[in-house]
């Protein structure tokens, strides 16, 4: 995802973006979240993120 974004900044052509077992945190998976959501707050509102897991502790998330 991070390639793509320095490839495509707006990510044409991308309706989704999808992050399954979000609670197995990685650098890049926090990474690349944190630069799909400036895209879809900065120049693409209709962009769709999905993040998913079985046991995420969202209160750590959204610090």
Known sequence: LTRMLQD?????GVAGIIFDEFHERSLEADLGLALALDVQNEVREDLKLLV????????????
Request: hydrophobic content about 55%; proline content about 6%.
């Open 8 to 12: 495509d900044p707006l990510l044409e």
């Open 52 to 63: 998913m897991s079985a046991t995420l502790d969202v209160e750590a998330l959204l610090d």
